[in-house]
């Protein structure tokens, strides 16, 4: 599976932003949103099953939102109230239907105080 993710850029305090990420297939287990902050290990941000369930970081509960298209094969994110302890690179990551993981390349988001 290839991932290809987009969105990411320079957004103020308390803006909004949203990501994007395309997968090659559509045939999915679970897909995910890590980040990772500058000195910090990578951390999952929020996640979405193929059944719809949905997961959040304590850190994004009520502020980000994971969604996806299956019909054009795209992870979204979107960003409210962005504060910056978000800023950091932000990945998107999938499980396939036999449990194989695939990673995206990063995109980068700096949130300005």
């Known amino acids: 599976v290839q991932l290809q993710a987009f969105g990411g850029g320079l957004v103020q305090a308390g803006g909004s932003l949203t990501l994007s990420c395309v997968a090659s297939e559509s045939d999915l287990r679970i897909l995910n949103w890590y980040r990772q902050a500058p000195g910090s290990q990578r951390e999952v941000v929020a996640s979405i099953t193929d059944g719809g369930i949905t997961m959040y970081a304590d850190s994004v509960k009520h502020r980000f939102t994971i969604s996806r298209d299956s019909a054009k094969n795209t992870l979204y994110l979107q960003m409210n109230d962005v504060k910056p302890e978000d800023t950091g690179v932000y990945y998107c990551?999938?499980?396939?239907?036999?449990?194989?993981?695939?990673w995206g390349r990063g995109t980068q988001v700096t949130v300005s105080s």
């Open positions: 990551n999938v499980d396939d239907m036999s449990f194989t993981t695939y």
